[in-house]
């Protein structure tokens, strides 16, 4: 059980052009998502923080209106980059809290690499 | 959250113990002690968690000091799919957010 999925798993954009995330808790449901990115040879950034039916909360230096979030249900998370530029170009990673009582970790889906040439 | 420390890097013969220290001596009374590990070009992995008591599941072992100051994850028997880098965090836990620090490279050999 707890199994997050993401869509797609690789995805090569030209520059200027949107890309689209999916996150997707397979088997519970998820009250908060997280996004992360990492660079090559780096640790996992924090993006931002939805929970579903609001507004994400994004850390300090992410624009949120180049990365938009949207949770609109339990199950479903996306992320779009907009007018992607090669700097974009990264691993982005979802993660899941599940909010059963007792339930205190948070499951990962297993990434997708965006390439922006 | 807590700040970590852990070393960057560690070696360990295959069929050992391996066991990867953190600490945490900034820890507040309501955080919890997490493990994740993260294999090359993976999402993180859940390994196991723990708030005082040392804790047990089927991957491993959390051994948190009396202080809570410094914990030791124990996996007990290290095979080459063990090779990861392996995150210690201290969170409220939840749905709060996870902040990686760096992170040990645990490197299983024959």
């Known amino acids: 059980g707890a199994v997050v999925s993401q869509h797609p798993s690789w995805v090569i954009c030209k520059s200027g052009t949107s890309v689209k995330i999916e996150c997707r808790s397979l088997d519970f449901q998820a009250t908060t998502m997280f996004w992360y990115r990492q660079f090559p040879k780096q640790s996992l950034m924090l993006m931002a923080t939805?929970?579903?039916?609001?507004?994400?909360?994004?850390e300090q230096g992410v624009e949120k209106d180049k990365f938009l979030i949207n949770h609109a249900s339990l199950t479903l998370s996306t992320l779009t980059v907009t007018s992607a530029h090669p700097e974009d170009s990264s691993f982005y990673i979802c993660s899941a809290a599940p909010g059963a009582s007792g339930m205190y970790e948070q499951y990962f889906g297993p990434g997708t690499r965006l390439t922006v040439t | 959250d807590a700040k970590t420390t852990q070393p960057p890097s560690m070696d360990c013969a295959e069929g050992r113990a391996a066991n990867l220290p953190c600490n945490h001596s900034?820890?507040?009374?309501?955080?919890?002690v997490y493990w994740y590990r993260q294999i090359h070009s993976q999402g993180p992995q859940y390994i196991i968690h723990g708030l005082k008591n040392n804790e047990t599941n089927e991957m491993a072992s959390l051994i948190i000091t009396e202080d809570r100051k410094s914990s030791t994850l124990i996996l007990p028997h290290a095979t080459l799919r063990d090779t990861a880098v392996y995150y210690c965090?201290?969170?409220?836990?939840?749905?709060?957010?996870?902040?990686f620090g760096t992170g040990t490279q645990l490197k299983v050999e024959l």
């Open positions: 939805s929970n579903e039916g609001s507004k994400a909360t994004y």
């Open positions: 900034t820890i507040s009374g309501n955080e919890y």
């Open positions: 965090i201290v969170t409220p836990g939840g749905g709060n957010k996870l902040t």
